[in-house]
């Protein structure tokens, strides 16, 4: 039998030392960062981010609900949403919660995302970008009346949105329409809609 040469032996070394480091830090370090969800990790977005989060949940039905700790009909809708994810998100909804307050509100949003128990993620809008043209990005439609929140098919494309405070049971019909569809192919002409 052949033995390895010395170099072979010390590939292999440096090969298992990198492994256990590694393998020790990586715990650690995912320990220490917060959830998404989480009040305390609100990460920043834009339109750019925004879609590369959508297209995170490609294959998913996908419920955005847009909030604002000024914004009275979001504390109501929000609290909705938050029980909905819980009911449907075990039947495959994803929810993503997305805060358009000001920085100097970052302590009330965080408080009301504790206060929520929401246990989904929730993203702030990054300060100082063009919010006309981020609406206009997420919804042509929108025109920052709040609350927003959009329902997203397993393909990725926008199936309905409702633009200001709905009702539980128009939000159940949303969700079960983007539960059930495939493709925008299958909406047929309703398309989407502003609900009642």
Known sequence: MRMPSRKWLWIAELGLIVAATYGAIRPHTAAKAAPIGQPDNMQLLDLRGYREMLAGYQGKPLLVTFWATWCAPCHEEYAIVVDLAKEYGPQGLAVVGISLDEDQDLPLARKFLADAHADFPNFR????????????????????????????????????????????????????????????????????????
């Open 125 to 196: 809008l990054r300060p100082g970008i063009d919010v006309d043209a981020f609406y206009q990005g997420v919804n042509p439609d929108w025109r920052g009346t709040m609350p927003q929140t959009d329902f997203y098919a397993r393909d990725g494309h926008l199936a309905r949105y409702f633009v200001g405070q709905k009702s539980r049971d128009v939000f159940v019909q949303a969700i079960r329409l983007i539960m059930i569809t495939t493709t925008s192919e299958n909406l047929g002409k309703e398309g989407p809609s502003t609900g009642n």
